[in-house]
């Protein structure tokens, strides 16, 4: 589990992250949404590490990470699995060094082994059989399966996703929503996931945390975001005429 | 402003030698770089190397016109400034335009693109696995190089010398061998290992902390030749004043 206390992030005078507190199971795919500049993407960086919080906490299960230097995160870090959101696959390395390469820093498996690990990740993103291509060679889909690929190479405890389904099209989006819960499913991973892709919300969220000037102004299910009442996330959340016909349907 | 970026630049480097965790994985960096620095650089060194040798030697022998002087003086000033300066220099000099560059936008590229962030969540030393086999291998091939321009430097003055009738090649080689003092490619050779971590690491800071996106990256990257170059000149200074 990983539970965030009071975080506060600021750059210069942009005061982004002002207290959020929230809980994120395991087994579940937790979803930060919220409009752009709201702080979503700084949140979760705050939770990986990459920016430091000023004020607050990041818990992973029980250690408090933001306290830990370098050489005591490293047990956590490895641990994690990340999708960023152009993928950052590394270009110099094929897709299968690129799914290889965690494994050959961390772990004592022979090369068959790293091998094989790297099939069956790239099997299960239905990527089988592209092993020696390079990123410069792939579609926007393919390298968000070859980054789900990397970063599920570890078995992970806990998957953060920033924003999977940007640039993707609608059917590729949904097939990439199906692989991460698919993948919570069989690592009973803490997955967080940040979008504003309202399928996603609708489709996979089993616990949504709306952001809203930097603040935690919401927190619910898929189900219960239907008949909120909160302005700003009804804002947010149907803001198309296609969405609030929607609603009014449901 | 000068001491916030050297102490991150010192930062950085703590960073950077921080235990490996893999010499397995570094070895093989390692050697890439040596061979991008190194043999990728070659060529390039010695046409410069050649053509500076030649026109040194044509340049003494048109100051040098006297019949008091013995033309074999030639060959001795062509290799001792070849040796103290013009080699180490113009090598570093050439370097931190070809390989400084290529650093810098090779890591800034890696850090607009939030590469290096996937290598510090895996909790891989970003600095350490991305900078420190580029500095083992410039203070390693830098000096080489060096060695091999001082080499096509006297050679190439050999060829202008005697194309250009400005010294016989037999006066041209007693002048490079009298009065040989190994202690001056001592120098080089201190010299070329100062401007090789130079290069690279100045070069590997200015690509780590670049933000923003394409033209952010080239502006790093011409900044880090810059600065490359003015800390070369200032390095050379105090290494020719600390060793002659």
Redesign the interface.
């Known amino acids: 589990m990983i539970e965030v206390q009071n975080i506060h992030k600021s750059f210069g005078d942009n005061h982004v992250l002002r207290g959020i507190d929230a809980k994120f199971e395991p087994g579940k795919i937790s979803l930060i949404i919220g409009g752009s500049g709201s702080g979503k993407s700084t949140l979760l960086k705050c939770m990986v590490g990459l920016h430091a919080p000023e004020q607050g906490k990041v818990i992973y299960n029980g250690e408090d990470f933001t306290r830990m230097d370098f050489e005591a995160r490293i047990p956590i870090r490895k641990e994690i699995g990340m999708l960023f959101q152009n993928s950052a696959l590394f270009d110099s390395m094929t897709v299968e060094q690129n799914i290889i390469f965690p494994l050959e820093m961390f772990s004592e498996m022979s090369r068959s082994e790293k091998v094989d690990r790297a099939n069956y990740c790239l099997e299960r993103v239905n990527l089988a059989g592209r092993n020696k291509l390079y990123p410069a060679e792939l579609s926007g889909g393919m390298k968000k399966r070859v980054g789900i690929a990397r970063a599920i190479s570890m078995s992970p405890k806990y998957l953060f996703v920033d924003e999977p389904n940007s640039g993707l099209d609608p059917e590729t989006a949904i097939l990439i929503d199906e692989l991460i819960s698919e993948l919570t499913d069989e690592y009973q991973c803490t997955t967080v996931v940040v979008t504003h892709d309202m399928n996603s919300v609708m489709g996979i969220g089993d616990y949504i945390l709306f952001l809203y000037k930097g603040q935690k102004w919401w927190e619910g299910s898929n189900k219960e975001i239907a008949h909120t009442d909160v302005e700003e996330l009804n804002n947010f959340v149907f803001a198309s005429p296609f969405m609030k016909a929607a609603k009014e349907r449901f | 402003m000068f001491f916030t970026y050297f102490g991150q630049y010192l930062l950085l480097l703590r ?1 950077v030698f ?1 235990r490996p ?2 010499w397995k ?1 570094y070895w093989k960096e390692i050697i890439h770089e040596m061979n991008e620095i190194g043999v990728g650089s070659l060529g390039l060194i010695a046409i410069i190397s050649t053509f500076v040798g030649a026109v040194m030697t044509m340049q003494i022998a048109f100051q040098l016109v006297s019949d008091l002087i013995p033309t074999s003086v030639i060959g001795q000033i062509n290799r001792d400034s070849s040796i103290l300066e013009l080699s180490p220099t113009i090598t570093a000099l050439v370097l931190a335009g070809k390989v400084g560059s290529s650093i810098s936008s090779q890591i800034g590229s ?1 850090r607009v ?3 290096i ?2 290598l ?6 970003a600095p350490g696995y991305l900078i420190l086999p580029k500095i083992l291998a410039g203070i390693t091939m830098i000096p080489v190089l060096v060695i091999m321009s001082i080499f096509l430097a006297l050679m190439g003055g050999l060829l202008g010398g005697s194309v250009s009738g400005a010294v016989t090649p037999a006066d041209y080689l007693n002048g490079i061998t009298d009065g040989f003092r190994g202690y001056t490619v001592a120098v080089a050779l201190v010299k070329a290992f100062v401007f090789g971590f130079i290069i690279t690491s100045v070069s590997a800071f200015k690509g780590f902390y670049v933000r923003g996106g394409a033209l952010e990256v080239g502006q790093a990257s011409t900044r880090g030749v810059v600065i490359s170059c003015i800390s070369i000149l200032v390095a050379d200074y105090i290494v020719t004043a600390l060793m002659l």
């Open positions: 960073a921080r965790e893999k994985i890696m693109t939030e590469q962030d996937a510090e969540i895996m909790g891989i030393n």
